[in-house]
C-alpha cells in the first residue's frame, strides 16, 4: 500500500521561510519521479516543482530562484524549501509520486502567509 505523508506546512509571514517534506513508503522511492503540487482555494492544483530519480528538477516560474526540491533516497523522503513566500503563495502543499505507470498523492499540508 503506498502512502504519502507531508508535513511542515504552517502560518509565516511574508517573506519568510518553510520546509516541507514527504515521507514515502510502499513503494521503490529511487525510481519514482517525486513533485509538489499546491492547491489554493477555488483554484486547480498546481504543479510547484519536480524532481526525477537521478536528481533533475523542474520549478514553475513563478518560484524559481526561491523554492528548493530536494530528495533523500536513504530516508525515502522529498522536501520542498520554500523562500521569500508571498501571501498569494498560501495553498494545501500536495506531495505527488509517479511509480511504474501510476500517480500516488498525499493528502497535503497546509501552508498560509500573512502577517
Known amino acids: 500500500q503506498v502512502q504519502l505523508v507531508e508535513s511542515g506546512g504552517g502560518l509565516v509571514q511574508p517573506g519568510g521561510s518553510l520546509r516541507l517534506s514527504c515521507v514515502a513508503s510502499?513503494?521503490?522511492?529511487?525510481?519514482?519521479?517525486m513533485s509538489w503540487y499546491r492547491q489554493a482555494p477555488g483554484k486547480e492544483r498546481v504543479l510547484v516543482a519536480g524532481?526525477?530519480?537521478?536528481?533533475?528538477?523542474t520549478y514553475a516560474d513563478s518560484v524559481k530562484g526561491r523554492f528548493t526540491i530536494s530528495r533523500d533516497n536513504a530516508k525515502n523522503t522529498v522536501y520542498l524549501q520554500m523562500n521569500s513566500l508571498k501571501p498569494e503563495e498560501k495553498a494545501v502543499y500536495l506531495c505527488?509520486?509517479?511509480?511504474?505507470?501510476?500517480?500516488?498523492w498525499g493528502e497535503g499540508t497546509q501552508v498560509t502567509v500573512s502577517s
Open positions: 524532481i526525477s530519480s537521478i536528481g533533475s528538477t
Open positions: 510502499g513503494l521503490t522511492f529511487s525510481w519514482c519521479y
Open positions: 505527488k509520486a509517479n511509480w511504474s505507470r501510476k500517480d500516488y
